[in-house]
C-alpha cells in the first residue's frame, strides 16, 4: 500500500557558511511559493528521521576533505551515504562520486584537458628533483611562468597559490601540487556559473599579465580569493555554451564553476578551473534558476517512475535509479 503526497521537498546540506552566502532562507521562501519545501539537513542526525527528500542538495565537498583525516567528518559522510544508498529515489545534486573528482586536481585536470583547450600543466606527486622537474616541464611544454596549485582543489587550503618566474623559484613548491604554464589574458576571468542546462557569465578581475619566459623574480604567493571575486556580468561566446555542454556530460553535474580565460596571444577561450557548487554571485537569475532545474530533475523522475508521484518513500518500489548515478 503507497501513501502518496504531492509536497516537493529538498534537502540541503551547506556549511553555515555556504548557507549565509547562498542566503538559503530567502531562497526557502522563493520556493514556497511555488510549492516546494526547503529543508535544513543536520548532517549530526539521522536522515531518516529528516526525510523523505525528492532532492538532496549538497556541498559536500568541505566534509569529503576533511573525511581524509578526521573521524567526525567520515562518521557525517557515512551517515550521509548511508541514506543516500537505502532512498535511490532521492535524487542527489550532484552525485557523490562526480564530485569527488574535481576535489583533486589531478583529475580534474585531466577532464579539463580532454578536447578543451587548457594550458600545459604537470602534475607533481612528491618531493622530486629541480633538474628532473625542469626537464619534464620542457617535455611537457610548459613556460614560465609557471602557477602552482595546491592538488587538492576545494576547501580552504586549495586556494594558495604562487607564481614562479624561473627555475630556482621551482624550489618554493610544495608537492603534491600541480604546475600550469601562466597564460597571459588582460587580467579579465570569466566565471561561467552552471545551473543544469543554463550557464551564466561573470566577468572578474584577474592576474595581470607577465612577459613571456623565464625571469629573475622572486616567486608571488597569493590567495585566489584575493584575485578574482565579483565586479560586473557580460556575455561570451557560444564557444562557452559548447564548453559547458562538454563539461556538464563529462562531470555528470548540474552545480558548477568554470573558470575561462581568453589567451591573448592566440585568442583562445583556456579553461584554467572547475569549482564545485560556486558562489554564483553577480548571477540575479540563481534562485530561479536553482528552483526550475531542481523542479525538471523531479519532473524527469516522474515521468520516468509514474507510480511514484514524486515523494521518495522507502515504501516505494524504485524503477531502478539508483541516487549516486541519477542523471542530474
Ligand atoms: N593558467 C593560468 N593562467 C593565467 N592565470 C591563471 C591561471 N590559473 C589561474 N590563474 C589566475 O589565478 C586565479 C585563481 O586560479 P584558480 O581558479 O585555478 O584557483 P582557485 O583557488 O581554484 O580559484 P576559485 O576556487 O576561487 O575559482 C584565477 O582566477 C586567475 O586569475
Ligand atoms: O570549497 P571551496 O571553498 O573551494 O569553494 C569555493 C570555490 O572553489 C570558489 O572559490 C568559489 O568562488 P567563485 O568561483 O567566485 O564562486 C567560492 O565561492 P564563494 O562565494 O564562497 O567565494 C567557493 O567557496
Ligand atoms: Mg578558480
Avoid at 55 to 76: G, R, T
Avoid at 201 to 228: A, M, W, Y
Avoid at 307 to 319: E, I, K, L, Y
Wanted: contains cysteine; hydrophobic residues 40%.
Amino acid at each position: 500500500f503507497f501513501t502518496f503526497s504531492f509536497s516537493r521537498r529538498v534537502g540541503f546540506c551547506l556549511s553555515d557558511k555556504k548557507r549565509r552566502k547562498l542566503n538559503l532562507d530567502a531562497f526557502a521562501e522563493f520556493c514556497a511559493g511555488h510549492g516546494v519545501e526547503i529543508v535544513e539537513i543536520d548532517l549530526t542526525q539521522p536522515l531518516v528521521h529528516q526525510g523523505p527528500f525528492d532532492v538532496i542538495v549538497h556541498k559536500l565537498s568541505d566534509v569529503i576533505v576533511e573525511a581524509e583525516h578526521d573521524s567526525q567528518s567520515q562518521q557525517l559522510l557515512a551517515n550521509f551515504q548511508s541514506y543516500v544508498s537505502a532512498h535511490p529515489s532521492t535524487a542527489l545534486l550532484d552525485p557523490l562520486p562526480a564530485m569527488t573528482q574535481l576535489l583533486d586536481r589531478f583529475a580534474s585536470y585531466q577532464i579539463m584537458n580532454w578536447r578543451i583547450c587548457s594550458p600545459p600543466y604537470l602534475e607533481i606527486h612528491s618531493a622530486t628533483d629541480l633538474p628532473s622537474i625542469q626537464q619534464v616541464l620542457v617535455e611537457q611544454g610548459l613556460s614560465f611562468p609557471l602557477i602552482c596549485k595546491t592538488r587538492v582543489a576545494h576547501g580552504s587550503l586549495s586556494h594558495e597559490m604562487s607564481l614562479i618566474f624561473s627555475a630556482s623559484g621551482l624550489a618554493d613548491i610544495h608537492p603534491p601540487c600541480v604546475l600550469q604554464s601562466f597564460v597571459n589574458h588582460g587580467a579579465v576571468l570569466h566565471k561561467v556559473f552552471v545551473v543544469g542546462d543554463r550557464h551564466f557569465c561573470v566577468e572578474r578581475p584577474s592576474l595581470k599579465n607577465f612577459p613571456s619566459g623565464p625571469c629573475d623574480r622572486k616567486t608571488i604567493f597569493f590567495n585566489s580569493h584575493q584575485v578574482s571575486k565579483p565586479e560586473s556580468s557580460s556575455d561570451l561566446t557560444a564557444a562557452v555554451a559548447a564548453l559547458v555542454r562538454e563539461l556538464r556530460v563529462r562531470l555528470g553535474m548540474a552545480l558548477f564553476g568554470v573558470d575561462v580565460i581568453i589567451n591573448i596571444r592566440t585568442h583562445t577561450l583556456t579553461v584554467i578551473d572547475v569549482n564545485i557548487f560556486p558562489g554564483y554571485e553577480g548571477v540575479p537569475q540563481f534562485f530561479s534558476s536553482l528552483l526550475s532545474h531542481i523542479e525538471s530533475v523531479l519532473d524527469k523522475r516522474t515521468s520516468a517512475c509514474p507510480r511514484d508521484n514524486g515523494v521518495p518513500d522507502s515504501t516505494h518500489a524504485t524503477c531502478g535509479s539508483s541516487a549516486a548515478t541519477t542523471d542530474l
